[in-house]
Each structure stands twice: as structure tokens, then as C-alpha cells.
């Protein structure tokens, strides 16, 4: 059961990952400050990207060691959903634009390595 958990925690992150990368395809830092449809649409997808981590961790501590800034995935998460009104844009645009790419990349080889050992 724990691995089929992981297994969904890690797809979320795939997806979320993904939706991020549509939403933010051929716009700069000022089109995101100025649609704040934009805006919500990928803080929606990075809360569920640190939710789905911090579930994933939960089922697989181990997971910690493969995924780079776990912690600090799981603390945006936190702050979108606690602190909403200190939300830094530039912030929150770079995750989008510079650490998501990575963070897919780390899940999507961890996901091809669980269907590889079944």
C-alpha cells in the first residue's frame, strides 16, 4: 500500500510539474506579476507539488535523499497556504521557472526506478 502511495504522491508532483511548465511557457517575470490568474494557477500547483511531498515523505522518509530541497518544497507549500500576503512574486515565478524543471526530473527518474524494481 505504501508504495502505491508513493506512487500517487509522485504522479501529483508530475503533474502539478507539468501544469506549471504550460501555464508559464512563453511568459516573463512582468506578464506573471500582471495576471494574477497566472498567478494563482501556479501557486495552486506548487502548493499541491509541496503537499504531495510532504505525503510522499511521510510514506518514503527515505525519499529525502533523492529529491533535492525536499524541506524547502514542503515550506513554500506553508507559506502560500500561511502566509499568503508575505508571498514574494519573483520568488515564487523563479521556483516556477528554475527549480520545477529540476524537481520533475528527480521525480520522474525516482518513478521510472519503483516501475523498474517491480
Not at 510539474?17 to 494557477?41: R, V, W
Not at 518514503?60 to 508571498?87: F, K
Not at 512574486?89 to 518513478?111: F, G, K, N, Q
Amino acid at each position: 500500500m505504501a508504495r502505491d502511495d508513493l506512487r500517487k504522491y509522485l504522479f501529483d508532483i508530475l503533474a502539478a510539474a507539468q501544469l506549471i511548465d504550460t501555464f508559464t511557457k512563453g511568459k516573463d517575470l512582468d506578464a506573471y506579476l500582471q495576471d494574477p490568474l497566472l498567478q494563482s494557477a501556479v501557486e495552486r500547483q506548487l502548493a499541491i507539488i509541496g503537499e504531495a511531498m510532504n505525503q510522499a515523505l511521510r510514506v518514503a522518509p527515505s525519499l529525502e535523499q533523492r529529491i533535492h530541497n525536499a524541506r524547502r518544497i514542503i515550506a513554500l507549500r506553508n507559506r502560500l497556504i500561511h502566509a499568503y500576503a508575505s508571498i514574494a512574486h519573483d520568488i515564487v515565478w523563479s521556483t516556477a521557472c528554475h527549480d520545477v524543471p529540476i524537481l520533475y526530473t528527480e521525480v520522474r527518474a525516482h518513478m521510472l526506478e519503483l516501475e523498474g524494481s517491480e
